[in-house]
């Protein structure tokens, strides 16, 4: 009798809160973590074929992404995972070295361009949306071997890549991103921990930065001139933002400033109204860069025709989120700890978490759903009344447990969350995509 009632107190709460019509719900995977087949035909070597075949050891449990989940054979399974999930859209990401094997437009893999083919049309068949990522951090080794992100002449090159998959795909897919996550990639690629493995922390992540931001811009230009008016497609990138609250009042300064760095960095150029680099960083870069006794600062300045090739070059706002963290100032002596992961060396900060919030796999991944409201509000009153697609967001744990209640609870209580950004903060959300479809290669995580 208890549990009727409950049940029904339930139902009548569930009625009154859903998300409204035209909200798309879908889920995500990314090309490394899943399609293995890393030497099928003459698709190019990437920078995580590179880094897991090199160094083994920097992979938790020594594995790699040769084989991951086959989906290169066996996507149509995939699909048949999606039909029964019922999903709005799928999101996917292009192997740029699939498609290019040299990494540049002088030659497209006829095998690497028929395999995105299909699968696009396998889904629409369907009546499920293909959401295409351009880049999910598998970059062309050779690209790299000629600088990677930190040579300005990328923009260019991730520009020609783009108008190879806009000519092949852009009649049927009508959502793009250009770049997932950059903070990951120039931040955490450039702190030795992932590929390319190099260690440039506030050097090389700077040039990347501002190099993949014009990436992104060119790329949206080029939809923006070429492909829109036909094809009406929407077109941004989405970055992974944790939301940070100070660990004690008196950390409340340093925190504006941790908000800089990891979300504003890469939001403030594209998305505000005066474009470029956030002002209180770039000011608090050029200082530390002059107190180091650097002739210029580590943070590359745009000129003012890059303010404006980046400014505004979106259609929505994409935004992964996963966790909260808290900040404080690293004591005397004591390492401020990878960048995202445990602090950033450049403000000299350490993150935590507090004691209440349930831990994940992942020793960076805490959970505290109204984090995810409060991030919402604050790209709200950041940069406006912008749509807000959601394109990652769930649980790590180790897999072992199928009645898995701690990811229902995740999805139940950060949708929530979501719903009530929505709803009492008036902010734009679009649509939300649940990390990932199936389990795969978790990077630096292996398959743990
Ligand atoms: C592809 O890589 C696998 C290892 O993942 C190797 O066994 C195989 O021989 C390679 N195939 C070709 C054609 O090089």
Same mark, same amino acid.
């Given at each position: 009798?208890?549990?009727?009632?409950?049940?029904?107190?339930?139902?009548? !709460?569930?009625?009154?809160?859903?998300?409204?019509?035209?909200?798309?719900?879908?889920?995500?995977?990314?090309?490394?973590?899943?399609?293995?087949?890393?030497? =099928?035909?003459?698709?190019?070597? &990437?920078?995580?074929?590179?880094?897991?075949?090199?160094?083994?050891?920097?992979?938790?449990?020594?594995?790699?992404?040769?084989? !991951?989940?086959?989906?290169?054979?066996?996507?149509?399974?995939?699909?048949?995972?999606?039909?029964?999930?019922?999903?709005?859209? *799928?999101?996917?990401?292009?192997?740029? /070295?699939?498609?290019? $094997?040299?990494?540049? !437009?002088?030659?497209?893999?006829?095998?690497?361009?028929?395999? *995105?083919?299909?699968?696009? +049309?396998?889904?629409?068949?369907?009546?499920?949306?293909?959401?295409?990522?351009?880049?999910?951090?598998?970059?062309?080794?050779?690209?790299?071997?000629?600088?990677?992100?930190?040579?300005?002449?990328?923009?260019?090159?991730?520009? +020609?890549?783009?108008?190879?998959?806009?000519?092949?795909?852009?009649?049927?897919?009508?959502?793009?991103?250009?770049?997932?996550?950059?903070?990951?990639?120039?931040?955490?690629?450039?702190?030795?921990?992932?590929? /390319?493995?190099?260690?440039?922390?506030?050097?090389?992540?700077?040039?990347?930065?501002?190099?993949?931001?014009?990436?992104?811009?060119?790329?949206?230009?080029?939809?923006?001139?070429?492909?829109?008016?036909?094809?009406?497609?929407?077109? &941004?990138?989405?970055?992974?933002?944790?939301?940070?609250?100070?660990?004690?009042?008196?950390?409340?300064?340093?925190?504006?400033?941790?908000? !800089?760095?990891?979300?504003?960095?890469?939001?403030?150029?594209?998305? &505000?109204?005066?474009?470029?680099?956030?002002?209180?960083?770039?000011?608090?870069?050029?200082?530390?860069?002059?107190?180091?006794?650097? $002739?210029?600062?580590?943070?590359? /300045?745009?000129?003012?025709?890059?303010?404006?090739?980046?400014?505004?070059?979106?259609?929505?706002?994409?935004?992964?989120? *996963?966790?909260?963290?808290?900040?404080?100032?690293?004591?005397?002596?004591?390492?401020?700890?990878?960048?995202?992961?445990?602090?950033?060396?450049?403000?000299?900060?350490?993150?935590?978490?507090?004691?209440?919030?349930?831990?994940?796999? &992942?020793?960076?991944?805490?959970?505290?759903?109204?984090?995810?409201? =409060?991030?919402?509000?604050?790209?709200?009153?950041?940069?406006?009344?912008?749509?807000?697609?959601?394109?990652?967001?769930?649980?790590? +744990?180790?897999?072992?447990?199928?009645?898995?209640? $701690?990811?229902?609870?995740?999805?139940?209580?950060?949708?929530?969350?979501?719903?009530?950004?929505?709803?009492?903060?008036?902010?734009?959300?679009?649509?939300?995509?649940?990390?990932?479809?199936?389990?795969?290669?978790?990077?630096?995580?292996? *398959?743990?």
């Amino acid at each position: 009798m208890k549990a009727v009632i409950i049940g029904a107190v339930l139902c009548v !709460a569930a009625a009154e809160r859903r998300f409204p019509d035209g909200f798309k719900f879908g889920t995500a995977t990314a090309s490394y973590q899943i399609e293995g087949a890393w030497n =099928a035909s003459d698709k190019g070597e &990437s920078i995580w074929d590179r880094f897991v075949h090199s160094r083994p050891e920097a992979i938790s449990d020594r594995s790699n992404g040769d084989v !991951a989940c086959d989906s290169y054979n066996n996507w149509r399974e995939d699909i048949q995972l999606l039909e029964d999930l019922n999903v709005d859209f *799928y999101r996917f990401s292009i192997s740029w /070295p699939r498609v290019l $094997p040299t990494g540049f !437009a002088n030659r497209v893999s006829e095998d690497g361009a028929r395999y *995105y083919g299909d699968l696009i +049309d396998a889904l629409l068949e369907r009546g499920i949306e293909p959401v295409v990522t351009l880049y999910h951090w598998d970059l062309p080794q050779t690209l790299q071997d000629l600088g990677g992100w930190t040579n300005p002449l990328i923009s260019d090159w991730f520009a +020609d890549y783009a108008r190879v998959v806009f000519d092949l795909y852009g009649d049927r897919v009508k959502t793009w991103v250009t770049i997932n996550e950059p903070t990951v990639v120039c931040d955490i690629g450039y702190t030795g921990h992932i590929a /390319p493995g190099l260690e440039s922390e506030g050097r090389g992540s700077y040039l990347c930065t501002k190099h993949i931001l014009l990436a992104h811009a060119k790329a949206y230009r080029l939809y923006e001139a070429e492909y829109k008016p036909q094809y009406q497609g929407q077109v &941004s990138l989405t970055n992974q933002m944790m939301w940070f609250e100070p660990e004690t009042e008196e950390d409340a300064e340093l925190t504006e400033l941790v908000k !800089a760095i990891s979300i504003d960095r890469y939001c403030h150029p594209i998305f &505000s109204a005066a474009g470029g680099w956030p002002p209180a960083l770039e000011r608090y870069i050029a200082q530390k860069s002059a107190e180091e006794g650097e $002739p210029r600062s580590r943070l590359p /300045p745009f000129t003012q025709e890059e303010i404006e090739l980046v400014r505004g070059s979106y259609d929505y706002l994409g935004l992964n989120h *996963y966790t909260t963290r808290t900040v404080r100032r690293a004591g005397a002596g004591e390492e401020a700890g990878t960048f995202l992961f445990d602090g950033f060396q450049e403000l000299g900060v350490v993150l935590g978490a507090r004691p209440e919030w349930p831990t994940t796999m &992942s020793h960076w991944f805490m959970v505290h759903p109204e984090g995810f409201r =409060a991030l919402l509000s604050y790209v709200k009153q950041q940069y406006g009344d912008v749509a807000i697609f959601i394109l990652e967001n769930g649980l790590s +744990d180790a897999g072992t447990d199928l009645d898995d209640q $701690p990811r229902v609870d995740y999805y139940t209580n950060y949708l929530e969350q979501v719903l009530l950004a929505m709803e009492q903060d008036g902010v734009n959300v679009v649509g939300y995509t649940a990390w990932s479809l199936m389990d795969n290669f978790e990077w630096m995580d292996g *398959y743990q």
